[in-house]
Structure formats: C-alpha cells, structure tokens
Nanobody, 126 residues
C-alpha cells in the first residue's frame, strides 16, 4: 500500500510563495510510477498542477499555474511543489497523489491517481 503525507501549506499574502512537500512510503505495483499535485478550490473541479515521473524524474507542469509552479524531489524522494507569485484564486486544498504506471498514463490527469494524501490547505489573502 502507498501512503502519502503532505506538509507545508498555510496562509500567505498575494505575491508570496509556499513550498509543499509530499512524503511517499510503501511499494508501488509497477517499476514505474508518478507523483503529482492536484488542487481543488471550493465548489470547483480538481485541477492537476504538476507531476513527476519515476524512475526517470521527468516532470510536467500543467497550465493550471504554469511557470508559477515548480516540482522537484529531495534525495529521499520527497516530492516538493514550489508555488510562487500566489494569488487569491490559488486558494484551494492541494493534494499529493500517486499512481503506478503500466503503459503511458498521463499523470497530469487527476483520474489516473489511485493513491491520495489527506490534502493540505493553501490560503492566499489579498
């Protein structure tokens, strides 16, 4: 079973930055997997923000936040999401999610993910 634990959320003023961290533990069902960040604002649909593919470390950033999002990993495979130039419309729950990959799954599609963290709140005030 895969377990995902997010940290690093909180409140920030518009224009500020935050780094979210996702610590993954457990065993994936495939030798290839991905970890992504998905956000959901109140009353809105889920939006993928970024994803990292393993073991290649290839990354993808979606148009949701574009160049204001940066995904990376630590030596212990903690996946970090750096959010910059934050605006009030970025206020949302941010979820770390993961999936085993058996073919060419697109890990910027929220429906791909089978494992989810509990989510972490990001609030951006104007």
């Amino acid at each position: 079973q895969v377990r995902l634990v997010e940290s690093g959320g909180g409140s920030v003023q518009a224009g500020g930055s935050l780094t979210l961290a996702c610590e993954a533990s457990g065993t994936f069902a495939s030798k290839k997997w991905c970890v992504g960040w998905v956000r959901q604002a109140s009353g809105k649909e889920r939006e993928a923000v970024a994803a990292m593919y393993f073991p290649s470390d290839f990354t993808k950033i979606t148009n949701t936040m574009g160049g204001r999002a940066y995904i990376s990993k630590d030596a212990d495979n903690t996946v970090n999401l750096r959010l910059s130039a934050l605006a009030p419309e970025d206020t949302a729950m941010y979820y770390c999610a993961a999936a085993s990959r058996f073919a060419y799954e697109d890990c910027t599609t929220p429906q791909v993910f089978k494992h989810w963290g509990q989510g972490i709140q990001v609030v951006v005030s104007s």
